[in-house]
């Protein structure tokens, strides 16, 4: 329910969801994956035979511009 929450998939009943002081409950939840912002469920197993690594490779093809690369995902999560 919080994850859902964050990515605009189910409203919260009460309370705020706050990303640097902005309450994200006033965006919809498409205009939310333009700050980052994207819940991606793992239920069908898609990309199971697939390794961490070669996930990010596959998400990096997206062309996206960002601050995130690869190696910095990898610092943020040391025991990947």
Request: proline letters at 5%; charged letters at 25%.
């Amino acid at each position: 329910t919080l994850l859902r929450s964050i990515a605009g998939a189910h409203l919260p009943s009460s309370g705020r969801v706050l990303l640097n002081d902005e309450d994200l409950a006033a965006i919809p939840s498409h205009k939310r994956i333009a700050k980052g912002i994207a819940l991606v469920p793992e239920g069908r197993r898609l990309f199971s035979q697939m390794t961490v690594e070669e996930n990010l490779l596959l998400g990096k093809t997206s062309g996206r511009k960002g601050e995130w690369s690869i190696d910095r995902v990898l610092d943020a999560f040391p025991n990947l």
